[in-house]
């Protein structure tokens, strides 16, 4: 995790380094920010606005919260100028998964497996090849999910963020937030005890 109060000097100063150091760590909770907001066509040029605002505004950087919700509140500005400007609408529908879901009564209820599907640890040249298409699999039931859910899910298992955070981003409600991670979830879950029962996607 970066250090704020160590970086920002750095920061500040124009060292090269701390930006590359601050690009590589919060680009993927940005970007998806971004696509939650925009949807796929727009997010990369949501970033991209956004690191240069982020450059403009850096020494009026206060520190009231952290660099990485600041830099997250600039995408999330950004991303909702961006979609006024293309009178988009988000879409919040709620596709249906590869295979169906899975009953609620898999998970506790901060949203962890009761019970997680096996794990391979083998290394053989079968199983490294289960490996693989798993995780195709797997990509492939993320690519299937909404936006909402794909982004929730990202920015809460990925990078870490509360959800009071992601509802403040997003400008949606707790339980909104709630049902969309829960729905995304499921839906991984279900490609995992499917792979896991058939060997196929």
């Given at each position: 995790?970066?250090?704020?109060?160590?970086?920002?000097?750095?920061?500040?100063?124009?060292?090269?380094?701390?930006?590359?150091?601050?690009?590589?760590?919060?680009?993927?909770?940005?970007?998806?920010?971004?696509?939650?907001?925009?949807?796929?066509?727009?997010?990369?040029?949501?970033?991209?606005?956004?690191?240069?605002?982020?450059?403009?505004?850096?020494?009026?950087?206060?520190?009231?919260?952290s660099l990485k919700t600041?830099?997250?509140?600039?995408?999330?500005?950004?991303?909702?100028?961006?979609?006024?400007?293309?009178?988009?609408?988000?879409?919040?529908?709620?596709?249906?998964?590869?295979?169906?879901?899975?009953?609620?009564?898999?998970?506790?209820?901060?949203?962890?497996?009761?019970?997680?599907?096996?794990?391979?640890?083998?290394?053989?040249?079968?199983?490294?090849?289960?490996?693989?298409?798993?995780?195709?699999?797997l990509d492939k039931t993320?690519?299937?999910?909404?936006?909402?859910?794909?982004?929730?899910?990202?920015?809460?298992?990925?990078?870490?963020?509360?959800?009071?955070?992601?509802?403040?981003?997003?400008?949606?409600?707790?339980?909104?937030?709630?049902?969309?991670?829960?729905?995304?979830?499921?839906?991984?879950?279900?490609?995992?005890?499917?792979?896991?029962?058939?060997?196929?996607?």
């Amino acid at each position: 995790m970066l250090d704020d109060v160590e970086l920002l000097p750095r920061l500040l100063a124009g060292d090269q380094q701390a930006f590359r150091q601050l690009v590589s760590t919060y680009q993927g909770a940005m970007r998806a920010v971004a696509y939650a907001i925009v949807g796929s066509r727009n997010a990369d040029e949501v970033v991209q606005d956004a690191w240069l605002s982020v450059v403009r505004n850096l020494e009026g950087f206060q520190a009231r919260a952290s660099l990485k919700t600041w830099l997250l509140t600039i995408t999330a500005n950004t991303a909702k100028t961006r979609l006024k400007q293309n009178r988009r609408e988000v879409l919040m529908d709620d596709l249906p998964g590869p295979h169906g879901s899975i009953d609620d009564g898999r998970f506790a209820e901060d949203g962890h497996w009761l019970l997680a599907p096996h794990a391979w640890h083998q290394d053989s040249p079968e199983a490294l090849l289960s490996e693989q298409e798993l995780r195709e699999c797997l990509d492939k039931t993320l690519n299937s999910l909404s936006q909402l859910q794909g982004s929730v899910l990202m920015l809460r298992e990925r990078q870490g963020l509360e959800l009071d955070d992601i509802c403040n981003l997003l400008d949606v409600s707790l339980s909104n937030v709630r049902v969309l991670l829960h729905r995304a979830r499921l839906k991984v879950f279900a490609t995992l005890e499917h792979f896991e029962e058939t060997g196929q996607c």
